[in-house]
């Protein structure tokens, strides 16, 4: 995929108002955007969700250092996607999946209110499932913004989405609570919009990141550039060292040559003196 198609289908991706596509959409129809997530080597499984009809968004946590992926849900076959951009910060990762035609949900335009009631969709178990709940707190650390929910979020939930009754992603699941019972955190709107855009804006200063032969087309350039300068430096080199050459020639030759003055007397070669008693 060429960066300048990268940016625009992350732009509507994150700025879809909430009288678009998914404004009408259910939390049982909604479920049809989100997928099940496996890494090939078998290390990680959580969920993502459709942002756009070739992106999926997903937890960095659950795609590690894996390149391909597995995507799969209740209304689509198993397909492969690549893994274009992470951010361990804020655990997020973006899968492209190329030829794709996902229905995809819109990211909220703002954060959810407290108190107002939200869906948790993920892949507990390996099999997708929705959980309700409200959005009950929101938590800072590290500068990356949490909302805290209740609904139930287990294993496998990562990288799924919370969603609100009308279908808008108001956050995407990273982390549950250990130590205390119904609390679940997912990063919120404004954390994924800064991630996508700056995935879009990495992507664009280096197109190689999403089309593999422009690193091919790129390279050779610089590689001739090297070959340049070194050739240069080299001729410089070369020169100095020639001339330096000459005049340690031209030292030896002449360094005890007789110099001869004005007066009409001759400089002896090594003392110096003009009197002729040497």
């Keep these: 995929m060429k960066a300048a198609a990268f940016v625009v289908i992350l732009a509507v991706a994150a700025a879809v108002s909430t009288t678009s596509i998914a404004a009408a959409l259910t939390p049982d129809v909604a479920v049809e955007s989100v997928f099940v997530v496996e890494t090939f080597g078998g290390t990680g499984a959580g969920a993502g969700v459709a942002i756009s009809p070739t992106m999926v968004l997903t937890a960095q946590h659950v795609v590690g250092s894996a390149v391909e992926v597995r995507l799969s849900n209740n209304t689509t076959t198993t397909t492969k996607g690549k893994v274009i951009a992470s951010d361990s910060r804020s655990d997020l990762a973006l899968i492209s999946v190329e030829g794709a035609n996902f229905t995809f949900l819109p990211i909220a335009t703002s954060d959810p209110r407290l108190g107002s009631e939200v869906f948790a969709i993920g892949a507990p178990g390996g099999s997708l499932s929705i959980t309700r709940g409200i959005i009950s707190a929101f938590r800072d650390s590290n500068g990356i913004q ?52 700056n995935s879009s804006a990495e992507t664009s200063q280096n197109p190689s990141a999403t089309n593999g032969t422009q690193s091919a087309s790129v390279e050779p350039k610089a590689k001739s550039d090297s070959a340049t300068s070194f050739l240069l430096t080299s001729a410089i080199l070369a020169s100095v060292l020639a001339v330096l050459l000459i005049l340690f020639v031209l030292i030896r030759k002449y360094r005890n040559r007789p110099v001869e003055i004005t007066l009409g007397r001759v400089l002896p070669p090594e003392t110096g003196e003009i009197n002729g008693h040497y």
């Excluded at 496998?156 to 279908?167: C, E, R, T, V």
């Excluded at 205390?180 to 800064?194: F, K, R």
Aim: no cysteine; charged share 10%.
């Design 146 to 197: 949490y909302a805290q929910t209740d609904a139930a979020v287990n294993p496998g939930n990562s990288g799924g989405p919370l969603i609100d009754d009308g279908g808008s992603i108001v956050g995407i699941v990273v982390l549950k609570s250990s130590d205390q019972e119904g609390v679940g955190l997912a990063v919120t709107p404004q954390v994924i919009s800064n991630f996508i855009l």
